[in-house]
């Protein structure tokens, strides 16, 4: 994807078709906006990317998409964002199966931002830029003999977007993913850079911790590694009753990771277990049904079972077979692997998943009575939800996570229960070629249902449907300092969309309160299955005056650096729109310290002065600039002499060469018919 150059650039960048789309097709505003700032810091943006969910559960059209490689570039995107009233989402692999990352507006996605900075092999700490994937991060740890601490079932997110989620692992002796997280940097909606940890701007830290992308773009990580290793894993099919029975009694402590696949129908489960050991590697084994031509059948079969769903509790034997490895001839496998691919899971086909938290200890009752529901028992269940017609897919996902042990700062929005170890159950329906289950909504209300009544509190990214702003403030005591924060930080709502108003952002602040909150319009089915998402833009704004657009902008920008509770007594360097960086013929501007008090025009220093009257001698030079190449650019077109100073004779010459434009066009239409 090249640089995409300002409107101004159009005639002497003719040549390049995908930039002459792009300008077409963006907002005459937007257009204008772009024409303001410097070309010295590439614009790196598409206006035809269709965005969707790994699992092609969602699908939505950005206005702009962007693939920054520079904090600058980034900057400008925000600061541009802010002065066009568009919506900001952040995107990493699109993971989750919900419309979080769905928008019309514009959508970022930081892949090419994605350096490892700073990697210190004896503490074990490592820097790098937020966009990086987990799959490149392991690799590169792995090159200096460092490792993550734990995973969850896949390496395709990046590294901001795992932990922003609350994605875990597997594990009583580890957290949540950012459990491991010592420091961030994050870009906030005033376009400066903010650092936080457990020491520094710990509210922000721990909002940021599980932003859900609603607080800026997270720009920097420091995390916590640890040596490299290997893990020797086995894995067993055992009744569900044993499993019952063991719960109390090493089921979770025995190894130092452990995860349980749920076979409803057969009333039977799969036990993993694994643990790091120096043994040399050995590959777990193979059968033809693990290879391509189980992955279709089995493929084939659930498609199949769309339309016969009374199939499914017989393919629990496939399961066996295409994803665990089992044979007629022992149900018992075990491997040595490097640590971070031993603790990968093939997620196979596209597929709903409804993640819900609830304390370990209820884990053998939730279990019991959903094993019940499944099988017709219904005074043991006690689930208030008809099981006729509903079929489930196996396997049901059960993992564990213990926070309770982190002495680090506790995330607002963490999902984990605080005071003890955790209990995930994980509801998948897969999508055999992209086609809904016929029965997943009445299934996930019942399943719903039975954890709230646990206790339970849903996985941020994934399926949940239910739950009501109501329950979520029950669910989260703290729910309000995170709300407080973000509120601080983003009170136009540049980063919030109809996800986070639908359940987190409180209804009283009204359906269009926020500026640049972003709405859904509507759904549509979508060709290649899932749903087509269309959200509401903001109306076109007035052009405005170049002065007056640039000293309203500085002004916003003041006022809200000065309301912002992160920011109060920091010290910046506030960016001149002219500027890119230290060097010849850079506008050197002065560092600007916050005030405590509030921000007043009568009260601004004569650094804020000095900085305006800088950037307006430069935007005054530019536009001088711009006007002479575009004459020189006239006259080339359509005749005339430079300097020539006849505009009704230009416009005569622009007539007469539009007029042979199209009886060009026209004669050239007759040859072809």
Not at 6 to 33: F, G, H, K, P
Not at 397 to 421: H, I, Q, W
Request: with cysteine.
């Amino acid at each position: 994807m090249s640089a995409v150059p300002s409107s101004r650039m159009l005639d002497t960048q003719a040549s390049d078709d995908t930039d002459l789309e792009l300008l077409i097709s963006m907002d005459r505003y937007v257009q204008q906006e772009l024409s303001k700032v410097d070309d010295a810091v590439p614009f790196r943006a598409s206006a035809n990317h269709r965005h969707h969910t790994w699992a092609k559960t969602y699908h939505s059209f950005p206005e702009l998409y962007f693939q920054p490689h520079t904090i600058e570039e980034i900057r400008k995107i925000v600061n541009l964002a802010r002065r066009c009233r568009r919506r900001l989402v952040v995107v990493g692999c699109g993971h989750s199966p919900s419309d979080l990352t769905c928008t019309s507006s514009w959508m970022v996605n930081l892949d090419r931002y994605n350096k490892i900075l700073k990697l210190d092999e004896e503490s074990k700490k490592v820097v790098m830029q937020a966009g990086i994937r987990l799959h490149d991060l392991i690799a590169q740890l792995r090159e200096n003999g460092m490792a993550l601490p734990n995973l969850g079932s896949i390496d395709n997110q990046s590294i901001a977007g795992a932990f922003a989620t609350a994605t875990h692992g597997s594990s009583t002796r580890h957290g949540i993913l950012s459990q491991s997280v010592l420091s961030l940097k994050i870009m906030l909606a005033n376009g400066h850079e903010v650092a936080c940890s457990s020491e520094d701007n710990k509210d922000l830290f721990r909002a940021a911790l599980v932003s859900l992308g609603a607080l800026g773009i997270i720009t920097e990580v420091t995390f916590q590694a640890i040596p490299t290793f290997r893990l020797r894993w086995s894995q067993s099919l055992h009744p569900l009753h044993q499993i019952v029975a063991e719960w109390e009694k090493g089921l979770w402590a025995r190894t130092e990771f452990t995860r349980v696949w749920w076979l409803p129908y057969k009333k039977k489960a799969i036990v993993w277990r694994g643990d790091k050991t120096n043994e040399e590697i050995r590959p777990p084994p193979s059968n033809w049904w693990t290879g391509t031509l189980g992955f279709h059948a089995y493929h084939i079969l659930l498609y199949i079972s769309t339309w016969f769903p009374r199939i499914l509790p017989s393919l629990e034997n496939f399961v066996l077979n295409v994803q665990y490895g089992f044979t007629h001839d022992g149900l018992h496998t075990s491997a040595v692997q490097d640590g971070q691919t031993g603790l990968l899971m093939n997620c196979l086909y596209s597929q709903f998943v409804n993640e819900w938290a609830i304390p370990l200890e209820k884990g053998p009752e939730a279990l019991t009575r959903l094993s019940a529901w499944f099988h017709g028992d219904d005074e043991t269940a006690g689930i208030p939800y008809d099981l006729d017609g509903i079929y489930v897919h196996a396997p049901i996902e059960v993992r564990v996570t213990d926070t309770s042990t982190n002495t680090g700062p506790r995330p607002y929005l963490d999902n984990t229960v605080p005071d003890g170890p955790t209990l995930y159950l994980n509801a998948t329906l897969y999508r055999p070629y992209n086609t809904d289950p016929p029965c997943h909504k009445r299934y996930y209300e019942a399943f719903e249902w039975l954890m709230k009544e646990m206790g339970g509190r849903p996985h941020w990214a994934k399926n949940f449907s239910s739950v009501t702003k109501c329950e979520f403030r029950t669910m989260y005591p703290q729910m309000e300092d995170w709300l407080r924060i973000r509120n601080d930080l983003d009170p136009d709502g540049l980063f919030a969309g109809d996800w986070h108003r639908r359940y987190l952002l409180p209804d009283d602040e009204g359906a269009a309160s926020l500026k640049f909150e972003e709405r859904i319009e509507r759904t549509e089915s979508a060709q290649a299955g899932g749903l087509n998402w269309f959200g509401q833009l903001p109306a076109s704004l007035p052009s405005p005056s170049p002065q007056s657009s640039e000293e309203s902008f500085d002004m916003l920008h003041e006022a809200e650096v000065e309301s912002s509770a992160m920011l109060k007594a920091k010290t910046f360097d506030l960016p001149d729109p002219g500027s890119t960086g230290d060097g010849p013929g850079t506008t050197q501007l002065l560092p600007i310290t916050l005030n405590r008090g509030k921000a007043k025009r009568n009260d601004l220093s004569t650094r804020h002065w000095h900085n305006r009257y800088m950037a307006w001698q430069a935007r005054e030079r530019r536009q001088k600039e711009e006007r002479e190449r575009l004459l020189i650019q006239q006259r080339r077109i359509f005749g005339g002499e430079a300097g020539e100073d006849d505009e009704h004779g230009l416009c005569s010459n622009m007539m007469d060469y539009f007029v042979r434009l199209d009886f060009l066009i026209e004669t050239d239409g007759q040859d072809k018919s």
